[in-house]
């Protein structure tokens, strides 16, 4: 939902919320849209949120209009505007009226400004983030169109295995041991899942290209135990597949049959682009859903 009001009556000092409320961000001067996730309806008259605010510098005003906009189609209708007269000192505690309801239930897409429930993404990245595999970037921005590191894409599939401890250390220079990312590193290094640049470099910033991702994914569905095969299945025929590189063909066909890569515009299957964040979360799980397909050996 969407709270207005006048900035040259008020300045807002804080914004505290209760568990259903995960985010808010200011998109405008005076404008402050908030996104609400829960698994069942909020009561009505529950308290969602508080917001404090201060008397602008040079006003004298003793009363303040608040006017709050739903912006999805739940228990009001789409854009329904509501006028809120308060007194100055009086508590705002309960200026975010109860908005959860069927149609909103656990979507934490909606917390960030910039992904589209309508879009490819949504259902992966509501799961990405609803198991806190990934995060937003901040400034309720996703970025679903962002690039990821090979330092995130470990992390990630390292959380997503339940965070295992490391049986090794590894070798790598370029991985201080105080890294976010180190011990998921360790991991995958020690258990083949991933390998390094060079013999002695992991390239934690870099940024992962597809066929990198799709090879990663590879190796670590060999090491669950799945089926990483593909004999009588048929891989696509895609304009640039001369583009792939020989060490990630075998995984490369593996993905494009089992359908965890697709391919883009004018048939390509753009092996060396870059992967997006979108892309990545959608990769990982339909990945994840290979063992509930049957696809285990």
């Not at 200011?26 to 309806?41: K, N, W």
């Not at 656990?106 to 992966?124: I, N, Q, V």
């Not at 090879?215 to 593909?230: C, D, H, Q, V």
Request: net charge positive.
């Amino acid at each position: 939902m969407e709270i207005s009001y006048n900035t040259k009556e008020l300045t807002l000092s804080s914004v505290t919320g209760a568990a259903t409320l995960t985010s808010w961000y200011e998109s405008v001067p005076g404008t402050i849209v908030f996104a609400c996730a829960e698994r069942s309806e909020a009561a009505v008259g529950e308290l969602l949120g508080q917001l404090r605010f201060e008397l602008a510098a040079g006003s004298s005003s003793s009363k303040v209009t608040i006017k709050t906009k739903q912006l999805n189609e739940t228990s009001f209708a789409a854009g329904q505007e509501k006028i809120r007269t308060v007194v100055l000192g009086d508590s705002l505690s309960r200026i975010l009226p109860a908005i959860i309801s069927s149609g909103e239930k656990d979507c934490p897409s909606r917390s960030f400004r910039d992904l589209d429930t309508t879009k490819w993404y949504h259902e992966a990245i509501d799961t990405m983030l609803r198991e806190g595999l990934m995060n937003g970037t901040g400034n309720g921005l996703f970025e679903p169109n962002g690039t990821l590191t090979r330092a995130m894409l470990v992390t990630i599939l390292w959380r997503s295995e339940g965070k295992p401890a490391a049986s090794a250390q590894t070798s790598f220079t370029d991985v201080p041991a105080g890294a976010y990312y180190a011990e998921a590193v360790r991991w995958a290094a020690a258990n083949g899942v991933v390998k390094g640049v060079s013999s002695t470099e992991f390239g934690p910033s870099k940024n992962i290209t597809r066929q990198e991702l799709v090879t990663i994914l590879w190796r670590l569905a060999a090491k669950k135990g799945l089926n990483t095969s593909n004999a009588g299945l048929t891989v696509p025929e895609f304009a640039d597949r001369s583009q792939i590189a020989a060490w990630a063909a075998e995984a490369m066909s593996w993905g494009c049959t089992r359908g965890i890569l697709t391919g883009k515009s004018a048939n390509r299957v753009d092996p060396t682009g870059t992967a997006t964040r979108a892309e990545a979360a959608a990769m990982i799980v339909r990945f994840r859903n290979l063992g509930t397909a049957g696809e285990k050996q």
